[in-house]
């Protein structure tokens, strides 16, 4: 087994990527056992198809880091990395290029939403960035990558790259990776629109928890955060409908470990002014420990640059055969 998965380093850590997909990375990491990996990165050349100075990138990257090891990440038990320090990740990409086919880039919803209706004036880099995924995950044999609902259909497109290219070659060189999506908290909506999924580029911060809200913050995002004027139900089953409601009973579900029907049968006839505050509470028990952790350790440019680059090192050593294996198979190199 060897789980990998990625972030873009871009704005801060909120609580749809850490219940999407962080905090099954954590957990993940923690079961493993023997010689077994974890590898997770910060998709600093995904992040590149939005535009971005200098000096705001550097800073987001050591951020991201510092935001990884404070939701747990042990950079002595997982390599932690990130992707421009490793070359083999720009390089294989080109190589898989030659496989993905521009038919299957078409279809991904992803391109589609954030090139929205201005496609010509999308950056190559966004077009052809699920193919740079595809390399990220083909590189280590993955064959668990944890993340949330949203990157499926990029996971699917690894698969078909990865089987395209070993059948055209006829070799075995790289594994088929299995999503590896939870159930409850795959799509964690945004507090304003619960049509929306929670989501970095919401122009509104009233719309996301980020894990680095201060307190009197999060309770006001969970107090302002758009419900109805129905109690709640019973049982889950009764949320059918109430996109709001169902979005806020699955978040305190997946941060207290209880099924959306035991949170029902807790709360069921009451209103929103008796869930909210139990729900603010939990909140601010669950994130400010780890936005402690995460002030406490993002200053120190140089122990996370340190720990970046030994990540790097570790990971370009794990990578190599395979890009060396596909070099070979193409017949570019011997
Ligand atoms: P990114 O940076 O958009 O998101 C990081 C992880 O958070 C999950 N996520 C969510 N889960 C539930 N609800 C939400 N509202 C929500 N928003 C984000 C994402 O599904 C993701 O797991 N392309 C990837 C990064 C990447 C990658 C990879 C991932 C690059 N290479 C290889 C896995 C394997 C991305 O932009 O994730």
Redesign the pocket.
Known sequence: MRV?????PTGNLHL??Y???IRNWVRMQDDMSGDSRCFFFL?DL?SISVHEGREQRLANVRDMTAALIACGIDPDRSVLFNQARVPAHAELCWLLNGTARIGWLNRMTQFKDKAGKNRESASVGLYVYPV??AA??LLYQATH?P?????KQ?LELTRDVALKFNTDFGVDLFTLPEPYIPKE?????SLRDGSA???KSDPSDMSRINLSDDDDMLAQKIRKAKTDPEPLPGEAAGLEGRPEAQNLIGIYATLADMTPDAVCAQFGGQGFGAFKPAMADLVVAKIGPIRDRYVALRDDHAALDAILEKGAAKAAEAAAPTLRGAYDAMGLMR
């Open positions: 990998l998965s990625g972030i873009q749809g990527n219940l999407g997909a998709a995904h740079l995924q990220d995950v990558v993340v949330g609902e949203d990157q990029h908290s795959a799509r964690i909506m999924k929670m989501s």
